[in-house]
């Protein structure tokens, strides 16, 4: 064994600590920026936490039993009859709704979206679709017209997606999502927020995504600002088939460029290395963040994709209009249990059936939700023309931005993280200001974004810079 005399012992811990303060000046060169405040404001995580104790999983589970007792819910099935399919669902799910809208105080509206969706693959002639979409109007008048949407999808199929008359009771895919979604109604029409929120319960989801495309493309040709949307699609059972059970874990899938990005966007992104910094992902980062500060008794596990594999959701037309968009399903899924006959094969029982749903899984799922639309709806918008300057070689790193228009906003936060991290690290507070630049930090190291806040402490997402000269 090598030994050291007391010199040699004093120069190696001499160089510890230097190895150390270097370590610590190339991840930040100015002390006292390595932390990261909650998103929610004191105000707003006291009226997120008596709110989350009003959802209730009994509630859930009187609505997914309701849901899954009119046998089918096809896209297809019947309109008229009021005991099965899909009418009989759609003018239930109105009917909630009505309830929790007259709690608002006349903030929340309800109505039935209804269009005609034209033939196509699986669909074979043209057919009436409709929304049930509850509106819940911001009290900001600066901040009335930014929205925020939360859906769950309510038709349902058996293994043949063009069977309209099979039993289908779709207990999980999607009771789940669209019970998640009117119990948050039901607790969040009582209060008021800066910001509008829609809760919406669609059809046509296995159809195509028809009813979610509907309504993503009128928001888009009326101007509406959606800046955040979650669909919660398959969030009922903590078990898997995998045999794994995860009761307190909830994935959010996130996607990575839009689709349509343009040649210039593609070379930025290629340039700044932000892949991993699209709108959706820093919603779902705000989503997580919020929730770590909230009583969930969960936890978000983002998934840096679009959705699964052979699979997609509501949030996807959402994301062809590029508004930020993220979709919300339990961890471990029982493909059995989806998309199936109802059925016995070899002691195996295939069908979603509510003996499979964990009503207080996604009760809790909701509380996801209801926590993060609640901080969103409450903060600032997300910063718009948020540019880093890059014409110069520089060790500093040069940031603008343009000031939101909402009243109450105080200020502005520049974070800032390691390329390797996946969320952010270190913020820098710096005033009402639409400009700053970070000394000593360069852009070439570590990415930057901007986020508002306001004067009771709420922080909106991040918004992350694209280069100009």
Known sequence: MLKLGRLGAILVVAAVAVTAVLLARSSDSVAGRDRQPPPLGKQAEREVKQMLKEIDAGNVER????????????????????????GAARDYI??????????????????????TAPAGPRIPSPTPVTNVVATLKGTQPESAGRTYVVSGHYDSRCSDVMNATCDAPGANDDASGVSAVMEMARVMAKRSFDATIVFMAVAGEEQGLVGSTYFAEQAKQQGRDIQGMFTNDIIGSSLGQNGVRDPNTVRLFAAGPYNDETPQEAAD?????????????????????????????????????????????????FLDRRYPAARFTEVNEDYRHQHQDVRTEDGVQYGDLLRFVDFGYTARVAKVNAAALAGLASAPGTPTDVRVHTSQLSVDTALEWAANKEPDVAGYEIVYRNTIEPFWTHTIEVGDVTSYTVKGITKDNFMFGVRAVDADGNRSPVAFPRPVP
């Open 63 to 86: 609505y997914d039993r309701a849901l899954a007792a009119f046998g089918t819910r096809h896209t297809l099935s019947s309109q008229t009859d009021p005991n099965r399919g899909i």
């Open 94 to 115: 109105y009917g909630e709704l009505q309830k929790a809208a007259a709690t608002s105080g006349g903030r929340m509206t309800v109505e039935k979206q209804t269009f």
């Open 269 to 317: 992104r290629r340039t700044t290395g932000s892949e991993n910094d699209t709108p959706a992902r820093q919603l779902a980062r705000y989503a997580k963040d919020v929730n770590d500060q909230s009583p969930t008794d969960m936890a978000v596990r983002i998934i840096y994709k679009r959705d699964r594999y052979l699979r997609g959701g509501d949030h996807i037309p």
